[in-house]
């Protein structure tokens, strides 16, 4: 298969492309970026046609993906920076973004008759209760500008296709980018005690697993909306740090904290992102590794390269 990947530089689509051409696909990526610098798979690198893009230019966005003529789109790329995103001058920016550009995708999609997988988030729920959310809930409540407008792009893709996977995902962690395991590592070094919020549940998702599913998927028709995150059951930031100084035997103490008493971010974060896995297997995907086991691998890629 011919596949074209947006955000390639990304945590996400950086083992996207990893995948598909372990698998022997054409994997074509694209990015804000002049140049690609290439994919790692932990011994060798490959090289990848890459073309630079803007999905907010709708002509641009058209005339690439119809130039590459693809089976199928994998949309990874998308405006993340949560807090910034509540920025009075940045709304406009973050929905041309998340649901512009996921829209200028959707319709060269719907022209070439090619399958569409679109990455979503939790943040597109209110973010309350204890029960998980299910994949083909439609009680939308978004906290935050992210979450509104990564539901905008939802919604651009499932009234625009037929063929298409809409993929929420939460608590994502990568090599190639920054995340929170990255973040409480260097916090660990230099601080003795570590302030993290324990009100929070979800579960933690690993790029490099996460790739896996995603072809999966792309090699299928089996469409509709999902949820995807390691399995292990559900945990908060707390446990996740905690976990995270014990395999990298860090001596940092961590404190659990409410997220009232760890002071308010600009941006709502949601207290419930539990999500439900079990339309996976029953529609015949293998479920994401244990979030230890991921964690595990991950910290071992980490030494590994430096």
């Known amino acids: 298969m011919k596949i074209f990947v947006t955000g390639v530089n990304g945590q996400l689509g950086h083992d996207v492309m990893n995948e598909l051409a372990l698998r022997g696909h054409v994997g074509i990526g694209s990015d804000l970026a002049p140049a690609y610098s290439g994919m790692a798979d932990g011994t060798a690198v490959t090289t990848a046609p890459y073309v630079s893009l803007d999905i907010t230019d709708a002509d641009a966005v058209r005339r690439v993906i119809l130039d590459v003529q693809p089976d199928a789109v994998i949309h990874c790329a998308a405006w993340t920076a ?5 920025d009075d001058d940045k709304v406009a920016q973050v929905r041309a ?12 999609c719907k022209e070439l008759d090619c399958k569409m997988l679109y990455l979503s988030t939790d943040y597109v ?4 209760g204890t029960e998980p959310w299910q994949p ?12 509104q407008t990564k539901l905008e792009g939802e919604l651009a893709v499932s009234q625009t296709l037929e063929k298409y996977f809409i993929v929420r995902i939460a608590w994502v962690f990568g090599q190639n980018g920054k995340n929170f395991v990255k973040t409480m590592l260097n916090v660990g070094k230099t601080h003795d005690t570590v302030r993290v919020v324990n009100d929070q549940i979800g579960t933690p998702t690993y790029t490099f697993d996460l790739a896996r599913l995603l072809v999966d998927m792309i090699e299928s028709d089996k469409y509709g909306y999902y949820h995807a995150t390691n399995e292990g059951g559900y945990i908060s ?19 659990p904290v ?4 760890y002071g308010l971010s600009k941006a709502k974060r949601p ?6 896995k079990s339309k996976l297997v029953a529609n ?15 910290l071992g890629n980490l030494v590994a390269r430096g």
Not at 136 to 147: A, F, I, R, W
Not at 238 to 254: L, M, N, S
Not at 271 to 276: G, V
Request: charged letters at 25%; aromatic letters at 16%.
């Open 284 to 298: 015949g995907f293998r479920p994401l590794p244990d979030w230890k086991d991921a964690l595990k691998r991950y």
């Open 258 to 261: 409410t997220t009232e008493e």
């Open 271 to 276: 207290f419930n992102s539990r999500l439900d």
């Open 97 to 108: 973004v998340n649901a512009g550009g996921t829209q200028h995708i959707a319709d060269v």
């Open 237 to 255: 930031w707390y446990d996740f740090t905690c976990e995270i100084y014990r395999q990298a035997g860090y001596t940092a103490k961590v404190i």
């Open 136 to 147: 083909d809930c439609k009680d939308y409540q978004p906290l935050n500008v992210y979450g």
């Open 82 to 86: 949560v807090d910034m995103a509540e």
């Open 125 to 128: 729920f209110n973010g309350q």
